[in-house]
């Protein structure tokens, strides 16, 4: 079983290759990348199936190591199909998926369902965040050993920072005996109170209480000062405020290990989304000013920024189709990902490689996986990406099972025109 | 020029023009409430909805009063937490409402945008009665009404509110209202009370209450609300008294003919002192007064014409 | 279509019929005693002041006014968006007095009722009469003027307009057809 891709242009950053070039795959792993190999000479003689890539950019598939996959427990909402065959028409391949769902993943039993079930009947590759404590209650360490053993990446109690500063201690330590990374979602809850927005003039306008950006640079700096302290690794989740950029820019001049990634809803909205008490812009982390959006984008440009995760959160309408401070927080964001990534390309942010980078090899490196590069001998994950491809972005055409976007009716431009998962196409656009 | 609203939502959206002509019919209602039989036919046969999900006893009850002087058919429901509790929806709550034919909801809701909300699923009108801390209209449209009785014009008045903004759903509407009436906004309070970008609403903002006092042409003092602090906003109602507190000493800075306001309920020796409460510069009970007149000429207003089902 | 406009009454017209009415006023009533004009806003109550000062001149002694927004009391609020509410302004009580109660035109007979119901709501008057300064027929209730200016047969698409000047005295009434 021999495929083979031609005439693309290959963007592989892990290789500093921007090329045309041709890939050939057998048994799913990427056995050669060359000029214009041919169909029927050497390695190539017995290929099955050429895609013809003309015009279109080859990269290695999309890693996003930010997900809810509401599974188990809120299926309703989304499962382990639905979320990665969204990923799929993303160009996603690999995403890590958060550990609040019910019951959240503390457990080997749970780790192993979800991977089992995303192996069995999912359009990616899933990786698994386990839990920071046991239950996400902040008491308790949870089983870090393990649950590395049983496939876990990394170790996070995303959406209930851990407020014990004792605890947090010794999660960074416990977590780095087995190198494994302490993701948060550094907020300091004391901070947010109810707040439901963006503290500033608009929340001042629509009278909602606000979230004040110290909430998450307070909580960032701590982290990373444990993270300091105990030579810990420390992976920062959704920067949103110029204060957490900066704390984490100074952070690593300093030696600390830390990594971070941002939004694109972060870094392409503000808080002037929530106007109209518009429910699909209440998220947390809260959509910032134009003064943090620019920072996040500085973070981008200047390498601060290692990757961009989606935090794909999603809600069901009845969720999201009530009074704004009683909405749930979050948004779907798989299939948007590839679209406003490339819009920093065009607003002349980063340059394409960079781009892909931050989606491919640097998040994978986060996450300490395998994937995210085109090398001769990697599982050849896949994204075959037209960036001039305009489209209207139409909540009833996502495969998201949850629809809740800021997004919806925006002119994209960028998509993924086909997906495949160790050689195999899991995701072809109908054009 | 005629205003048929559809929903009255807030001050923010009405124009200058809106705004006066409102002012204009609710003194003309006014006569009404002066009158021996205190009714006229206007709204007969309309079926209006008092959809309270906060508890409120004037604001309720003075638009019961309207609507009654209007002979309109008044419910009151007292929604407060229950249907939450139930699990039902406010989208729910208010389409089995509106499955009864009623011609306007007048909604009170401690969630800010909440009639917004509702104004864009339901066929009939809304009015806001408060929604949150977003915007209370026909307070501000009442506080106007009494400046300009006392006043004449409000253009080119100072007027000073001084309080917990924060927490205000009053303060706003009165700051657009009065910006757009031409008077200029001066508003005092702890900084915890004081969210950020208040400015920007279009007001000067002061720390100091005597600053802000200082030769206002009208006092608005907000309600300390007595359930709401004992937190983190100020340490104590003494204190907050002492330096945030309108009484006779520092009500003296203000114009000798300054006229002294308060949405109610009041707080005597809290943020208003009795001398002043009950002084001759007191014009809460006026307000009072001019709600019923405004809330008449807003129920009349929204149920004139024929309109658009979905305008 | 062109409007074409004709004139019914000039300025002496309208002054002469205001002097008759006022007269016939006085002799219905023998005097003003217990008398009062309610003009219905805004035309009436315009030509209520001008039959107020013609009763002063003829008789010497002046006579209460008022007038009256009848729109909280009108039939037709639902079908019509351009009905602002004026003031309503009777500064004496109601009740034993004659009301005449004054407006500029009389057409369908409904702004009539909904002035007498206006008036019964504030006091209970001993009774109520109508002057109008032009009466032109198409009557949909059963409502009959005591004092008429003119009586003008009219098409129902037709208009009455009576022109007042700058001192709100009125100064020509106009029939407009199309």
Redesign the interface.
């Given at each position: 079983m021999k495929v083979l891709i031609k005439n693309g242009r290959i963007i592989d950053p892990a290789n500093k290759i921007d090329a045309v070039l041709d890939i050939l795959i057998e048994d799913g792993k990427i056995i050669k990348v060359a000029a214009a190999i041919t169909v029927d000479s050497g390695d190539a003689v017995d290929v099955t199936e050429t895609i013809d890539a003309s015009g279109l950019l080859v990269t290695p598939g999309l890693v996003d190591i930010h997900t809810h996959l509401r599974d188990p427990g809120q299926e309703y909402k989304e499962d382990i199909i639905s979320g990665t065959h969204a990923a799929a028409a993303g160009g996603v391949t690999s995403l890590a998926c958060m550990p609040n769902t019910n019951p959240v993943n503390d457990s080997l039993a749970i780790t192993k369902y979800i991977i089992t079930k995303a192996k069995e009947q999912g359009s990616a590759n899933v990786f698994p965040i386990a839990c920071i404590s046991k239950g996400m209650k902040g008491e308790i360490l949870a089983e870090m050993g393990e649950l590395k053993e049983g496939g876990c990446v990394g170790f996070s109690d995303d959406g209930v920072p851990v407020s014990n500063g004792e605890l947090m201690r010794r999660a960074f330590e416990y977590a780095d005996t087995f190198a494994m990374p302490i993701i948060t979602h550094s907020e300091d809850l004391s901070l947010v109170g109810t707040g439901c927005m963006n503290?500033?003039?608009?929340?001042?306008?629509?009278?909602?209480?606000?979230i004040p950006w110290v909430a998450e640079d307070a909580a960032t700096a701590r982290d990373i000062m444990l993270a300091e302290f105990t030579n810990g690794r420390l992976h920062v989740c959704h920067v949103s405020t110029k204060g957490s950029v900066d704390l984490v820019r100074q952070a690593k001049t300093r030696g600390v290990r830390v990594s971070c990634e941002a939004t694109p809803h972060h870094f392409t909205l503000t808080d002037e989304a929530v106007r109209?008490?518009n429910t699909n812009a209440k998220m947390n982390p809260p959509l910032r000013s134009q003064e943090d959006v620019d920072a996040v984008l500085a973070g981008l440009a200047d390498g601060t920024i290692d990757a961009i995760a989606t935090d794909h959160a999603p809600h069901h309408y009845?969720e999201k189709?009530?009074?704004?401070?009683?909405a749930m927080n979050g948004i779907i964001g798989l299939e948007s990902l590839l679209p406003l990534s490339l819009k920093l390309v065009e607003d002349g942010v980063i340059d394409l490689n960079r781009m892909i980078s931050l989606l491919t090899v640097q998040p994978s490196r986060v996450i300490g996986i395998d994937r995210g590069t085109l090398s001769v001998g990697a599982i050849a994950d896949i994204a075959l990406i037209d960036p001039e491809f305009e489209w209207e972005f139409m909540p009833k055409n996502l495969l998201s099972k949850s629809k809740n976007t800021p997004f919806a009716g925006w002119k994209m431009r960028g998509a993924a025109i086909r997906t495949l998962l160790a050689g195999k196409t899991v995701f072809e656009r109908s054009l | 020029m005629f205003f048929n609203p559809k929903h009255i939502l807030g001050i923010k959206n009405l124009t200058v023009e809106e705004i006066n002509f409102i002012l204009d019919t609710a003194e003309s209602f006014k006569e009404v409430n002066t009158r021996q039989i205190k009714k006229v036919p206007t709204l007969r046969g309309k079926t209006i909805v008092n959809l309270f999900f906060e508890a409120s006893t004037r604001t309720r009850t003075s638009f019961e009063i309207a609507g009654k002087r209007l002979s309109a058919d008044m419910v009151n429901i007292s929604a407060s937490s229950s249907s939450v509790v139930k699990g039902e929806t406010l989208e729910d709550t208010a389409h089995n409402i509106e499955a009864m034919h009623p011609d306007i909801i007048v909604m009170r809701h401690s969630a800010s945008g909440a009639c917004d909300y509702l104004a864009e699923r339901l066929k009939c009108s809304v009015i806001n009665a408060g929604d949150g801390t977003h915007e209370h209209p026909s307070q501000a449209l009442l506080d106007a009404l009494t400046i300009r009785q006392h006043k004449g014009e409000i253009k080119g008045l100072t007027v000073a509110i001084a309080g917990d903004v924060t927490h205000s759903r009053v303060v706003r509407s009165n700051i657009y209202c009065l910006n757009k009436l031409g008077a200029k906004v001066k508003i005092a309070g702890p900084r915890t009370m004081l969210p950020p970008g208040l400015e920007k609403l279009g007001c000067e903002v002061h720390h100091n209450l005597k600053a802000a006092i200082t030769d206002a042409d009208c006092i608005m003092m907000l309600r300390i609300q007595r359930e709401r602090q004992g937190k983190t906003l100020i340490p104590s109602l003494r204190e907050y008294s002492r330096f945030f507190g309108l009484n006779d000493s520092n009500l003296q800075l203000a114009k000798e003919d300054a006229i002294v306001m308060h949405p109610g309920p009041i707080n005597r020796g809290v943020e208003i002192s009795s001398s002043v409460a009950d002084g001759k510069q007191n014009v809460i009970l006026e307000q009072v007064e001019n709600g019923v007149a405004v809330r008449m000429a807003l129920l009349y207003l929204v149920s004139g014409g024929e309109k658009l089902q979905d305008n | 279509m062109a409007t074409e406009t004709i004139e019914i009454l000039d300025s002496d017209g309208v002054n002469r019929a205001l002097t008759r009415i006022a007269h016939e006023i006085l002799e219905r009533n023998k005097g003003v005693e217990d008398l009062a004009l309610i003009g219905i806003r805004t035309g009436g109550s315009y030509l209520a002041t001008q039959l107020q000062q013609k009763i002063v001149e003829i008789e010497g002694s002046d006579i209460l006014l008022g007038t009256i927004d009848v729109t909280m009391y009108r039939d037709d609020l639902a079908s019509r968006n351009n009905l602002s509410v004026g003031l309503t302004d009777i500064p004496f009580p109601l009740g034993q007095r004659k009301i005449v109660l004054v407006d500029d035109v009389l057409f369908t007979g409904r702004t009539i009722r909904a002035a007498m119901d206006a008036i019964m709501a504030i006091g209970r008057p001993e009774n109520i009469q109508l002057a109008i300064l032009v009466d032109r027929g198409h009557r949909e209730l059963p409502i009959r003027p005591d004092y008429i200016g003119r009586n003008l047969p009219t098409a129902r698409n037709e208009q009455i307009k009576v022109d007042f000047d700058d001192k709100d005295a009125a100064q020509a009434v106009h029939l407009l057809r199309n």
């Open positions: 503290e500033g003039p608009v929340a001042t306008e629509l009278g909602l209480k606000g109209g008490y009845d189709n009530v009074e704004f401070a009683i | - | -």
